[in-house]
Structures are given as structure tokens and as C-alpha cells.
């Protein structure tokens, strides 16, 4: 059951920029890995974490709500947020990959920081041009990526994804778009090391997981809900590049 002593105090985000969301779960992700929050604890309000953050109620709001949907806390009317009981398993499931700054390429962040501009919102096209044979196609992607055999092939999976994902807003110029993220990935082996040895398998079953909650979205013509489920992969991902340096 969960607890009900005192919630603990958490630090300050350390950043000179208006805290985002993403900003928020990565903090919280680091305040489970340091056991200032444990299984089933209960968090500070929404105010008092953005007081104790430094950030917004809005940012708490929507990392939450993020956290919420993803299976880290339970909403309990009139008593509270709390973490689940199984939420520092969260790390097993987690693909961590530490990422250097590249001078030819942009960093991964800075991939994902400028899809998360827009993507989320190109749900919309792509539900609203999608093709039965998109859909088979992306299902068919999705299986490949659980059957990975390294974790090369694992990204490259991920990928076949994406650009089919992107396929289906039939617009040449976003096609570009990710074929030019996907050459820049490649270029540094998507920062992977040990790329010939499996990637783990919770790991893989948590991407598959992720992404196929996408592909149910745009199948059923849920722009809104795949808009949402995007931008809730996109900000987890950026929360977590380099997270424990």
C-alpha cells in the first residue's frame, strides 16, 4: 500500500531556461534513481513541486500526467500522487544510451528537441492520409523490432518505423526530413556501443510497447491521442539522453 509520511523534499532544476516538462520527469526520474522517492511514496503537490523544482505548475502538470500514462504514478482523488510500486523498474525498460556532440551532425538532442517542434502535430496528416497498407506496414515494422537480433538492427527497426510513419503524410518534404535524421543517426552509429550484442529485452519490449500504442492511435484515426502518445515518447526520450552524467 502506499505510504503516507511526509513527502520528501526534492531539488531545484538546475537550468537558466524556463523548466519544461521534460525537464520535470527527468528530474524525478533522478529523484527514484537516488531513493529520494521510493516505490509507493507520496509526492509533493503539484505547487509544492514546482516551488521545490523551480519550474511551473503547468510543467509539474504535464510531466505527471506524462508519468500517469506511462505507469510511474497513481492519482488517488482526494489523497494524492504516488509512485507505483514497480516504478524503479523503470530503468530496466529504459534504452539509456550515453551521446557525445558530434560536429558534422547534430546531437541526438538536438534531433529530438526539433522533432518535438513538430511531429507531435503531424499526427494529423497522418491520420488523415493514411493507407490500410501503411498500417500493415508499420505492424509488420513493429514486430521486426522485438525480434532484433543486435542492437544495430534494433535502431535501424526503430527507424523503418518512423520513416513509414512519416511515409503516410504522403508530403515529399517531411519524407526528407526524416531520411536527413535518419543519415545523421547513421553517421554515428546512433552513438551505440557493442552495436553486434542484443539490446536488452525489456528494453525492447517497452520500445515496442511505446511505438505500437502510436501505430493503434492512427489506425483507429485518433490524431489527438496519437499527437499526445508522440509527444509523450519524444519528451521521455529527450529526458533521458545522458541522464546520470
Do not use: C
Amino acid at each position: 500500500m502506499p505510504s503516507d509520511t511526509a513527502p520528501p523534499q526534492l531539488a531545484a532544476i538546475a537550468t537558466n531556461e524556463r523548466a519544461t516538462p521534460s525537464l520535470v520527469y527527468r528530474a524525478l526520474l533522478r529523484s527514484i534513481r537516488e531513493r529520494l522517492l521510493v516505490p509507493g511514496a507520496k509526492l509533493p503537490n503539484e505547487r509544492d513541486l514546482a516551488q521545490q523544482m523551480n519550474t511551473s505548475r503547468t510543467a509539474v502538470r504535464s510531466a505527471l500526467a506524462m508519468m500517469e500514462r506511462q505507469g510511474l504514478v497513481l492519482r488517488r482523488v482526494g489523497s494524492g500522487t504516488y509512485l507505483t510500486e514497480d516504478a524503479d523498474l523503470v530503468f530496466d525498460r529504459m534504452d539509456q544510451t550515453s551521446i557525445g556532440n558530434h560536429e558534422a551532425v547534430p546531437s541526438f538532442a538536438e534531433i529530438v528537441e526539433g522533432r518535438l517542434l513538430f511531429e507531435p502535430a503531424m499526427m494529423h496528416l497522418v491520420v488523415g492520409r493514411v493507407q490500410e497498407e501503411d498500417i500493415l506496414e508499420m505492424r509488420r515494422i513493429l514486430e521486426l523490432i522485438l525480434e532484433s537480433p543486435n542492437w544495430e538492427d534494433f535502431k535501424e527497426q526503430i527507424y523503418a518505423l518512423h520513416r513509414q510513419i512519416f511515409a503516410a503524410t504522403k508530403n515529399k518534404f517531411l519524407v526528407q526530413i526524416m531520411a536527413s535524421i535518419l543519415d545523421d543517426r547513421r553517421a554515428v552509429m546512433f552513438d551505440g556501443r557493442d552495436t553486434d550484442k542484443p539490446a536488452p529485452e525489456p528494453v525492447r519490449q517497452q520500445t515496442h510497447k511505446d511505438l505500437k500504442a502510436i501505430v493503434d492511435a492512427i489506425a483507429v484515426g485518433n490524431a489527438r491521442q496519437a499527437e499526445e502518445l508522440v509527444s509523450d515518447h519524444l519528451m521521455r526520450t529527450l529526458a533521458t539522453i545522458n541522464i546520470w552524467q
